[in-house]
């Protein structure tokens, strides 16, 4: 997928292709973390939900003649069926390219700050046509049954909206389940609004939930988010989108003291620490979450050297590592390395499904040189899982390990999977699964070679500045 963005930052203009996994890097003021966390804006929850929001109060200009036919179907014959398929395939660029044009409305809130004018920003998504087939074809894989309830989820609820699709087929089947014995004390305007935000979000649901099957967002803060207690009582990350009845926030309204990515992380870890045993439950159902599970483990044991868990007092959970068994510390004594990698470590253990989008702003931070190199094998073992990641980065060790990466690909990987810091084939990636850019202060270039080779020099100058300052103090 091709992203085109102007007007954000310092970059007049640029464009870059989502592949499964992509790394942005360059100096610092550049841009590269504004470009994340706007991409993750477009794809993720709050995007989602800003755009369903203003479909159902009329302020999009476009509107999509197959959602409507089906919500006047369903209204007046309690049924109605729309091909999820072909939708997909004719309207899924649109649509995100819909939820951007409203993205200058609510950059300012996304980010937290109300002194940067965001007015002036455009982004547009663009699908090949093989994209659209392969969405498609996934689609029609997909198993989807959805159901709402007005009143009471019970045997007594005046009335039930339903959404399903089998696998192999195109259709998304609508219908409506009325109580054996109820009252139809529910005016009907009531009824006709609850019907059309169901059937909305059902179909923009089910198509972002094919684009990328959830977002999580790893800002800088994450080490200081997650040494803090939290209370249980704020709702859990991760549950179906509802509508909100907010308007549109205005670029000269409140201060927001933090950012949508610190929030959604804080929200994440929340519903970690209480889903873990419903996790293992689900795991018995869905053989893919096993290799996600598998994965947050080997990343404690091998790279963080203990374990993560959770210890609730009262109305609060506090996160411990175990770096023995018996031994129990909190994070806020533990090392930089175990702060910076929990969120991810919990997350695999507890949330991460196949088709993900993880961000994470710079997965080097607080790192020694040797955990960098480990964190770039250990971020190829996600995309080989199914995930997808897109990274900031200032790390040499980073840009000049996934080379090789690509090159080990192409070998005998048993072979030389020996020569690596974590000894795992799986780390490898084809040059057709990443994409690499360099954000310089005017312009982003791709600088990932046909052969798989970076061709950067950032650091590369640094190096030679430091070895040129070296030489003069001891000529």
Known sequence: MKIHISGLGVIPELQ?????LTVFVGENGTGKTWTAYSIAALFGEYGFKRYVNAYLQGRTAFRYPPVERTVKDLIEKGSATLNIVEFAKEHTETYINEIAKLAPNWLNEFM??????????TIRAELSEAAKQALSGKLKERRIELERFVGAKSESSELEFNCLKERGLDELYFYTTYAKNGSGAIPRPVVDKTLREFVVISIFYTIRSELFHDLVMLPTERTTVITIPFPHDEPEFGETPRTE???????????????KPVLNLRKMVE??????????????????LIEMMKLGRF????????SISAERDGNLTELLYSPAEKVSLELNVSSSLVKELTPLALYLKCLAKPGDLIVIDEPEMNLHPAAQVEITEFLGMLVNAGLHVLITTHSPYIVDHIPNLIRAHDLDKEKVKEYFYLKQETSFLPRDKVAVYLFETDSVTDILKEDG??????????????SRISSRLIA
């Open 112 to 121: 937290a700050t109300r002194r940067v004018d965001f007015g002036n920003v």
């Open 299 to 306: 990343l404690e044991q091998e790279i963080l050297f203990g």
């Open 271 to 288: 519903a970690c620490t209480s889903q873990y045993a419903a996790r293992k439950e689900e795991e018995a159902r869905d053989p893919r």
């Open 245 to 259: 009845e907010a308007t549109e926030p205005r670029r000269s309204g409140p201060v927001w003291s933090l950012s």
């Open 453 to 466: 080779d970076i061709d950067w020099g950032t650091f590369g100058d640094v190096s030679r500045d430091l």
């Open 16 to 20: 870059v292709f989502l592949k499964p």
